[in-house]
């Protein structure tokens, strides 16, 4: 049995406070978790979660990876933006149009989102967060789809998508031409065996070893958590389960 998406991490340098920020645009639930971390916990229980854990690496550019949160309306799509500039977030220019109706912000550790217009057809079967939405090559989002075991649901220029059979939020790449990675991400997936998984830890990591992953531990420590990397050059991490 494959890991499942656990959550979606952030390198944060005052991880409480962007979960609170998080927790406010989101309105998700607000959990302490070991080791410092906090996590929000998604209204689908089959959802991932998000983790804020602590991180000092400095901002270098634009992230790989952002949220594209959706709107019903024009009028729901004001409310979100306001609501996030009163938690704390702004406006940032990253080359966006003046014609291009969805708004782009930062979070309070800088970390760009947008919040998508009304109308979006792509993201109309997803929920809030829309799309975790990369940079990366056809490549990485083939190989996110068999490492999750979700179908690809875009697949076109290179341009690819993947949603759980389940639905919900989509993952997107974008293709070529893909920025050179500067420096650790702020965004990382976090996967884990289910409870209930017969095969076990090292088992997984043979497996995603063999879809183009890399390991990038030395095999020492409790071997609760492995550190890895996709593809692309990645981070993301595999634990077992509870």
């Given at each position: 049995?494959?890991?499942?998406?656990?959550?979606?991490?952030?390198?944060?340098?005052?991880?409480?406070?962007?979960?609170?920020?998080?927790?406010?645009?989101?309105?998700?639930?607000?959990?302490?978790?070991?080791?410092?971390?906090?996590?929000?916990?998604?209204?689908?229980?089959?959802?991932?979660?998000?983790?804020f854990v602590p991180g000092?690496?400095?901002?270098?550019?634009?992230?790989?990876?952002?949220?594209?949160?959706?709107?019903?309306?024009?009028?729901?799509?004001?409310?979100?933006?306001?609501?996030?500039?009163?938690?704390?977030?702004?406006?940032?220019?990253?080359?966006?149009?003046?014609?291009?109706?969805?708004?782009?912000?930062?979070?309070?550790?800088?970390?760009?989102?947008?919040?998508?217009?009304?109308?979006?057809?792509?993201?109309?079967?997803?929920?809030?967060?829309?799309?975790?939405?990369?940079?990366?090559?056809?490549?990485?989002g083939y190989f996110w789809?068999?490492?999750?075991?979700?179908?690809?649901?875009?697949?076109?220029?290179?341009?690819t998508a993947i949603q759980?059979?389940?639905?919900?939020?989509?993952?997107?790449?974008?293709?070529?031409?893909?920025?050179?990675?500067?420096?650790?991400?702020?965004?990382?997936?976090?996967?884990?065996?289910?409870?209930?998984?017969?095969?076990?830890?090292?088992?997984?990591?043979?497996?995603?070893?063999?879809?183009?992953?890399?390991?990038?531990?030395?095999?020492?420590?409790?071997?609760?958590?492995?550190?890895?990397?996709?593809?692309?050059?990645?981070?993301?991490?595999?634990?077992?389960?509870?």
């Open positions: 049995m494959s890991s499942r998406l656990s959550a979606i991490c952030f390198h944060a340098t005052e991880p409480s406070g962007l979960a609170r920020f998080w927790s406010g645009v989101l309105g998700w639930e607000l959990l302490d978790a070991p080791d410092d971390d906090v996590e929000l916990l998604p209204p689908d229980p089959a959802g991932f979660r998000l983790r000092q690496e400095p901002k270098r550019g634009q992230n790989r990876a952002h949220f594209d949160l959706t709107s019903s309306s024009a009028a729901e799509q004001r409310l979100t933006v306001a609501r996030a500039l009163e938690l704390g977030g702004r406006h940032i220019d990253v080359g966006q149009l003046p014609e291009e109706g969805h708004v782009v912000l930062a979070d309070p550790d800088g970390n760009e989102f947008c919040v998508i217009e009304a109308g979006n057809t792509f993201l109309a079967d997803t929920g809030f967060i829309g799309a975790l939405a990369c940079d990366g090559t056809q490549a990485v789809s068999e490492a999750l075991r979700w179908p690809l649901v875009w697949d076109q220029d290179e341009e759980s059979p389940h639905g919900g939020t989509k993952i997107t790449w974008g293709g070529p031409p893909v920025a050179p990675k500067t420096g650790v991400n702020r965004l990382y997936f976090e996967l884990a065996l289910p409870a209930d998984a017969d095969a076990d830890l090292e088992t997984e990591i043979d497996r995603l070893v063999s879809l183009g992953a890399k390991r990038t531990d030395t095999g020492e420590g409790d071997g609760t958590r492995v550190p890895m990397l996709d593809p692309d050059g990645n981070e993301f991490s595999v634990r077992r389960p509870g």
